[in-house]
Each structure stands twice: as C-alpha cells, then as structure tokens.
C-alpha cells in the first residue's frame, strides 16, 4: 500500500514527520469501546451495553474523565504487550471526541488558533502529557499511535452512542 503524503502538511511541517504507517504493517493493535452518552456504560473489548445496574452519580466532566482514563490504560496494555514502558504516543481524534477532552482537567491547550476550523492535522495540545492533535477525518474514534519509527503499534478507541 502506497501512501502520497506530500500533499498534506502539519502546522507547516510536512505530515511526512508524523510516519504514516499502511495498516498492513501495524504488527499491535487493540480496539476498545466507550458509549458517549454519560451514564451508559459499554463493555469495553465488545461495545455491548452492560446490562447490569451500573449508575453513573458523577457529573458529564467526570464521565468524560473516565475515557481519558480509558486512553492511558490502553497506553499501558499497548507498551506491557511489546514489553517495555517507554515508548510515547500520540492521541489522534476528531472534533466531536475534542470537544469532549477539552472539558476535562487533563487537557492543556497549546495551540492558540480556532481548532474548530482546522482543515488538516493540527497539534491542539496534551492529554495527561501526551501530544493531542485533532484529525478531521476522523468521527468518533480515538487513535493512540506509538511516536516510535521502528515499532508499529496503535491502539483504537470506538465512540459508541
């Protein structure tokens, strides 16, 4: 698989710098679920919803704290599979899951631009110290990809309703 990257840029720097890597050479992947509506909990390796009595008493901030902690467990399982901890991330996601992680207490706005507009990848600040850039391609899902050149590993957050 053939990828042009030449055509995109990241905050005038060529996306060439991001490692564009085909899915067929992703040797880890790990996809987990998380429902967007506060208070419905979902299982997290199925997408199924917990059928159980499980209650929600905190409030929608606190709810979208819980997918943050979601994206760092995951960081977690990811380096314990390949057997080290000292690979960094990226967190890729769309402009709807931006509007949830900017609400959170975790998030550290470093970009001073309008976001919301951004017509190409663009850095937008850190998550719990990990890069944050905003993919408009992107809907509801959330891509945690390893800044490692060598070892190509991605973990997946789908954003259930």
């Known amino acids: 698989m053939k990828n042009n990257v030449n055509n995109y840029t990241l905050h005038n720097e060529p996306l060439e710098q991001l490692h564009v890597v085909p899915e067929d050479d992703i040797k880890l992947k790990k996809i987990r679920y998380w429902c967007k509506t506060p ?12 059928t159980s009595s499980l209650i929600h008493f905190g409030s929608e901030v606190e709810w979208y704290e819980l997918l943050v902690e979601l994206i760092h467990s995951l960081q977690i399982q990811l380096n314990e599979d390949i057997g080290t901890d000292s690979y960094e991330y990226s967190i890729y996601v769309g402009f709807d899951t931006l509007k949830y992680l900017s609400q959170t207490s975790l998030f550290r706005l470093t970009a001073d631009n309008d976001w919301s507009k951004a017509k190409i990848i663009t850095k937008v600040g850190t998550l719990k110290n990990i890069k944050l850039y905003v993919d408009p391609t992107l809907d509801s899902i959330v891509k945690l990809i390893n800044d490692n050149p060598n070892c190509y590993i991605e973990g997946e957050i789908i954003l259930t309703v």
């Not at 208070?39 to 917990?50: E, H, S, V």
């Open 39 to 50: 208070g419905c909990f979902t299982n997290y390796f199925t997408g199924a919803r917990a």
